[in-house]
């Protein structure tokens, strides 16, 4: 027997990835077998329809341009966008496809990325987050706080930073131990998030220490207001496993234009100011302790 060459549909029913033919409007003219088991899908289902109905809302703006690039003649590879799965869930996809004009079709082949996808966006937020309290981390704090500050620097709005350093945590891991600590961060984060805008940013920079941006922010005196708000919610006593604990904090602020041009100069003033409103704290307390002491020796 002489051999042939089978159809290639037959071919392509055999391929792992998607493989999709329309036309100019993008009526799917031939979908391969991985089509239905990649979007849910039969042939029948979807022949005649626009692959951009299968489109995730959020990525058609996208993709349509995407698509008009292929047709201008551009071989697009690696394309990522979401489409919607038959059952309604979303799957990630990876693109390849090429325009023929002299048969009036675009080629795609997709293959499912969907787990990959999910892994990169937790490798991403392990990158630029606190594993701890999953705030932001320091290093996705200076890139916030850049691009706040190159806003405000284009539409003539502030900045402000506030420098948060716990008062009295320590006590809490002679008390407790480092799982009582944890603890007591994760509410502490949680407290600060609450107690800021949407839009607004939180980050842990240290082992006790927070720092809040607040995009927008008028002046100092606004700043100091949201400062007053946060410290007054950090103060209500916190439930560990062997009863309440009292918390305070030091906050130092800084604004844009007036404290620094750039995020790096901004972190350090409010630093600065913050270890100055803990001296300050620290000096009235230690006044009001040896009042005391002298009260009870004068009794």
């Not at 932001?136 to 930073?161: M, P």
Request: hydrophobic share 40%.
């Amino acid at each position: 027997m002489i051999p042939s060459l089978p159809p290639l549909a037959d071919v392509l029913d055999l391929m792992p990835d998607a493989v999709f033919v329309v036309d100019t409007e993008g009526h799917l003219l031939f979908v391969n077998a991985s089509f239905k088991r990649i979007f849910g899908y039969a042939p029948e289902e979807v022949l005649g329809r626009r692959i951009f109905e299968l489109v995730h809302p959020d990525d058609r703006a996208a993709t349509a341009a995407q698509a008009e690039q292929v047709m201008t003649g551009q071989l697009q590879l690696h394309f990522r966008n979401r489409y919607v799965h038959k059952d309604g869930h979303s799957v990630d996809i990876q693109w390849s496809a090429r325009w023929l004009p002299q048969h009036g079709v675009r080629i795609g082949v997709g293959r499912e990325v969907t787990e990959l996808r999910r892994l990169e966006r937790e490798l991403e937020h392990r990158a630029n987050h606190d594993s701890l309290t999953g705030l932001a981390n320091r290093d996705r704090l200076r890139i916030e706080l850049q691009s706040a500050i190159d806003h405000a620097r284009q539409t003539g709005h502030g900045v402000a930073v506030l420098y948060l350093d716990l008062d009295g945590f320590k006590d809490v891991n002679d008390r407790g131990g480092h799982d009582a600590g944890d603890h007591l961060l994760r509410e502490v984060a949680a407290r600060l998030q609450q107690g800021v805008r949407r839009g607004d940013l939180v980050a842990r920079v240290g082992g006790d220490e927070f720092v809040a941006v607040l995009p927008g922010c008028r002046d100092a005196r606004t700043a100091r207001a949201v400062a007053e708000t946060l410290r007054a919610r950090l103060t209500i006593p916190f439930s560990l496993p062997d009863g309440l604990f009292r918390l305070d904090a030091s906050i130092g602020i800084a604004c844009f234009p007036d404290d620094g041009a750039n995020a790096k100069a901004l972190l350090a003033q409010a630093d600065r100011a913050m270890y100055a409103v803990k001296h300050q704290q620290s000096s009235r307390e230690s006044g009001l302790r040896e009042n005391q002491e002298s009260c009870a020796d004068d009794d």
